[in-house]
Structure formats: structure tokens, C-alpha cells
């Protein structure tokens, strides 16, 4: 699979990362299968979360690969922190504990990279520093990165903490793109206009802060899929139309559409269905054309002024 640096550090990864979120509705044989054919396919980067199944789908996870010192080697694991039940915690004891748990259940001396969860407004970017440093002198964090954060929220943490933001993990599909219609609808009075990220995607390409696309198939907040669903006609027929042309999948289509934008992109699949995850990674392959691009964002109901 064809790689990118991630943000401005020196580390390879492929184009396509691997969502682990829903690898506990899987049983032992389907998980090894799974883990399996993604390592086949070149997709090596592993995504988790602490909260994803109350930490059991990094222990599957684990048991699923077979976790070993070679295997490790062969392998790029992130996870995140920073969500707790009613609330969300950035605080140094938090961070410190959250990152222990993780390396436990993945069976694992040191993440590739962490990730702050969602946005905690109590932040005392002190105290995130003062966890980054010791986590990173220890070894067990190589590199650090965000999750659902602004410009000014990133900018807040990096006036303490002097680690490379090298990440941001944000929503963003053809139908949730409002990253990028606020940028064609420059002082327009119209609801795609709307800035509700601070101008996220031109602040992480400015910095080198690669964006991991979360839901890449997803409508509204977790409404649904938009592939194959009647809901979106024009987007489905257009999508098909270019699927043909390359003989791929819609699922391929809807993905290299993310990898087409010259942001480098990494999206992050959450399929754990062998052959739609290996239809993920073959947009690796896919180079759509500007044209292209445009028509399906467009079919999206996109309005370009």
C-alpha cells in the first residue's frame, strides 16, 4: 500500500488506517482472521481508543495478532485517551494512567502514537506537557497527535507542550464535508458557508498535521451510511458511474475521494468485514481526477457558488 509521512515526523504509514472500534462484535477466529488480512493487504496502522468496548477491543486485539516482539515490530499502533464517563480528562494523573492501561491490554512496551480524545475545556496544557514529556523520555509514546480539535484548541496544548502535534483525528465523508464547503463559500449567506471547525483543514495542511478522516462512510452524527441508501440518489448513481470506470467498489470510490484531496490524508476504516476492508485499501490505487472529485462532491449536494 503506498504510505505517507504522518504530519511532519519521519514515520511511514500507509494511506489507510485500520479502525479497531468494533473488532469486539467479532469471535476469536474472525478477529485473527481479520487482523490477518489487513497486514496482507499493507494496511499495518492500527487504530484504538481506551473507551473502544471498555478497553476489551484492545485486549481482543492483542489475542488476535498474536502480539509478539516480531509482530510488534511489524506493526503501527495509536490510541487515544481522554474520555471518562460524563466527562473528559486531560489532566497529567489521567493521561499517565490511560497510557499504562493501553500499553496492558495491547501487551506492548510503547504506542507509535497517542491521540487526545475529544476536547476537554478543564485543559491545563501544563499538565498535558508534563505527561507528554514523561511518556516520551519513557518511551512508551513516540509520537503525539489530537482528536476532534480546532485550531485554537491545538494551539492552547502547544503552548506548553513542545512534542510535534503530528495528528488530527476529525469526521469528514463526502456528505459530512463542511471542512471543506466552508472553504469554497467564502462570505456567502448561505448554511455551507458556515465556519464550524476555525478553518481546521487549511490550519493542519499550514502546520503539516495529517487529518484522519473518522466515519468516512457516514452521514449526520452516526445517522446511517450514505452508500447504497436511497437517501442520497444522485450521490449513489455518480459514485457507481466512477466505480465502473476503474472496476472497484463504491466503498473503494468513497475512499480515494478523501485520499484524492492533496491534504495527504489518512483516513480510518471501521469496517471489520474482510473484503469491504480490503476494498478500503485498494483506493490506494485509485488516482480520481479533479473532475471526477468535484462530480462527486457536487452529487453530495454540495453547492459550489
Not at 489487513?38 to 468496548?53: P, S
Request: net charge negative; proline share 4%.
Amino acid at each position: 500500500m503506498r504510505t505517507i509521512k504522518l504530519g511532519n515526523s519521519t514515520l511511514e504509514v500507509p494511506v489507510v488506517a485500520v479502525g479497531c472500534m468494533r473488532i469486539n462484535s467479532l469471535d476469536k477466529t474472525e478477529a485473527e482472521q481479520f487482523v490477518q488480512t489487513a497486514l496482507e493487504v499493507g494496511a499495518n496502522f492500527f487504530d484504538h481508543a481506551d473507551i473502544y468496548g471498555g478497553g476489551a477491543c484492545e485486549e481482543i486485539f492483542a489475542d488476535a495478532i498474536h502480539m509478539n516482539d516480531d509482530i510488534r515490530e511489524k506493526i503501527i499502533l495509536q490510541s487515544k485517551c481522554g474520555i471518562r464517563k460524563g466527562m473528559f480528562d486531560f489532566s497529567k494523573e489521567h493521561i499517565l494512567e490511560s497510557v499504562d492501561g493501553i500499553l496492558n491490554r495491547l501487551r506492548t512496551d510503547y504506542l507509535d502514537i497517542l491521540l487526545l480524545h475529544r476536547p476537554d475545556t478543564l485543559v491545563e496544557p501544563e499538565e498535558v506537557a508534563e505527561a507528554f514529556d514523561l511518556l516520551e523520555r519513557s518511551g512508551k509514546v513516540r509520537h503525539f497527535g489530537v482528536s476532534n480539535q480546532t485550531p485554537m484548541q491545538i494551539q492552547l496544548l502547544k503552548k506548553s507542550v513542545k512534542q510535534p502535534i503530528v495528528a488530527n483525528q476529525l469526521q469528514l465523508s463526502i456528505t459530512n464535508a463542511n471542512m471543506i464547503s466552508n472553504g469554497f463559500n467564502v462570505n456567502m449567506e448561505n448554511d455551507s458557508a458556515v465556519n464550524r471547525d476555525g478553518n481546521v483543514l487549511d490550519y493542519c495542511r499550514l502546520n503539516d498535521i495529517t487529518i484522519q478522516p473518522w466515519s468516512p462512510f457516514q452521514y449526520g452524527f452516526f445517522e446511517g451510511v450514505f452508500l447504497g441508501n436511497d437517501k442520497f440518489p444522485e450521490l449513489n448513481k455518480k459514485i457507481d458511474e466512477i466505480a465502473d470506470k476503474y472496476e472497484v467498489s463504491n466503498t473503494t470510490i468513497a475512499i480515494a475521494w478523501l485520499l484524492r484531496h492533496p491534504a495527504h490524508m489518512q483516513p480510518v476504516t471501521g469496517t471489520m468485514n474482510i473484503n469491504r476492508l480490503k476494498d478500503c485499501c485498494k483506493a490506494s490505487d485509485v488516482h480520481l481526477t479533479r473532475q471526477e472529485w468535484y462530480e462527486i462532491f457536487r452529487a453530495a449536494g454540495n453547492v459550489l457558488p
